[in-house]
């Protein structure tokens, strides 16, 4: 089955599970006195509840779902939904208070019922997890602390609202509907050991060895890993993981890093990282022979699945990581197949792996063309942004027949999504990676 396909069947089948509970919860409803907005709310409810059912499976780093989209857009559309699905839970009782159920007078905790108490609960609980997401950096809330809230703050969101439904009962009031939502609830409770238990145990059993740390420019490091009593694994250039260093392979925090070593490395791997926030700092102060846990490969950013007589990379500070390992991997596989490098950096003591790239450039048909946004007076190349007029100097001939990859902040990737566009470069041959997983 092709990607578009197995996307579409994704996507069909997130609509069904979010949906089919709603169906299945007003069949057999014919109670008189209950009005449309009533009606409306509670469907609203139904479809909010589903919903955040599913985020625990959007962002559960299944490869097989990931596959047609890749798991930053996956992670993209989970931020989204979230806020579709935040707006249903809140329209509920705003729309019950206006059909005259005396919803500001539930309220009142102290002598609210059990099902208004888990219902308030479960939506000031909602809130605190988006608020937390959102302002997490203005909050000053570090990265780790952030993933233990998000992921337990979720967890009783959804536990709370299905204590809610279920102590309400109208619409669960034959065995069959309850038993749907126990089933759901077991998915839910079965998805949360598979990805804090069972894959845990897995990679315990699949160690890596910190070898080496080499600082790089740009306020970087190379991560140099062994496996330990294992083969390792094998990734697609362009490829990333999930890293856990000096800490249990049950540790719920880790980070996502693109690979920056060649695919035909062999068994050991290299991730290069950027002091960019509270674990990256530290990576520089990392002993070689710690203990670290690799959950990869993941992502489908690589030429590897993506025929091209020309690939055009274009990468914005530490996303260069990955075009890297996509340029190593093609000079340890002779491929002389052209490339144009375009790399956009603040300044020249930016620019990670520039060396690299340059000893890379005589093994490989390389076109590097580095955009300083601040350059000296002396400096006669491209600076500046990457824009329109600049892809235009420098796209090679056939460029509408080539493969493009875009890596780097979120608003440069936008951008150059856009001067691609304008350049009638086709969409489909245009593959973006956005760490922007918070």
């Known amino acids: 089955m092709s990607l578009i396909l197995r996307g579409v069947a994704w996507l069909g089948l997130y609509l069904a599970v979010a949906v089919v509970p709603l169906i299945f919860a007003v069949i057999g409803i ?8 009533t009606e409306f709310s509670v469907a609203l409810g139904f479809l909010g509840m589903s919903m955040l059912g599913m985020q625990f499976a ?3 780093r299944f490869q097989a779902v990931a596959a047609p989209f890749g798991e930053d857009a996956l992670v993209q559309f989970h931020r ?18 206006i059909a005259g159920t005396d919803i500001i007078g539930l309220l009142n ?3 609210a019922p059990a099902r208004a108490r888990f219902a308030v609960a479960s939506t000031v609980l909602l809130l605190v997890v988006v608020a937390t997401s959102i302002w997490r950096r203005r909050l000053r809330i570090r990265y780790e ?5 998000h992921g337990g703050l979720s ?3 959804v536990a709370f609202a299905l204590a809610h439904m279920l102590l309400v009962g109208y619409y669960l009031d034959q065995p069959w509907k309850k038993w749907l939502w126990v089933v759901m609830t077991v998915c839910l409770v079965a998805l949360l050991l598979w990805v804090r238990v069972v894959r845990p145990i897995a990679r315990m059993r699949r160690p890596w060895a910190i070898e080496e740390v080499v600082a790089e420019r740009g306020n970087a490091h190379t991560l140099r890993m062994r496996p330990v009593g294992h083969a390792g694994f094998r990734f697609e250039p362009g490829q990333f993981g999930w890293l856990v260093v000096d800490r ?3 540790s719920i925090t880790a980070h996502p890093f693109s690979f920056s070593s060649s695919a035909e490395g062999g068994e050991r791997v290299e991730m290069t990282i950027k002091a960019l926030g509270d674990f990256t700092a530290t990576v520089g102060a990392i002993a070689p022979g710690t203990r670290a846990y690799v959950d990869g490969p993941h992502g489908v950013f690589s030429p590897d699945r993506h025929e091209g007589a020309v690939f055009v990379l274009i990468a914005g500070g530490v996303g260069i990581t990955p075009m890297t390992s996509i340029l190593r991997t093609m000079a340890d596989r002779g491929d002389r197949r052209p490339v144009l490098l375009l790399y956009a950096v603040r300044s020249f003591d930016d620019a990670t792996l520039h060396d690299e790239i340059l000893t890379l450039a005589p093994q490989l048909d390389l076109t590097f063309v580095l955009v300083p946004e601040r350059a000296p007076a002396e400096w006669d190349a491209e600076h500046g942004f990457i824009d329109r007029a600049m892809l235009a100097r420098h796209l090679p001939p056939g460029h509408r027949r080539g493969q493009y990859f875009i890596c780097g902040p979120g608003p440069m990737v936008t951008a150059v999504e856009d001067a691609l566009a304008a350049l009638d470069i086709p969409a489909e041959r245009i593959h973006t990676e956005r760490f922007n997983f918070v």
């Open 155 to 157: 967890v009783l969101v």
């Open 58 to 60: 959007l962002v559960a």
């Open 109 to 111: 905790l102290a002598q």
């Open 30 to 37: 014919a109670e008189p006195g209950r009005g449309f907005l």
């Open 248 to 250: 249990s392979a049950f």
């Open 145 to 149: 602390v952030w993933q233990v809230l």
């Open 80 to 97: 989204q939904v979230s806020y579709v699905a935040l707006a249903f839970v809140l329209a509920h009782p705003v729309l019950l208070q």
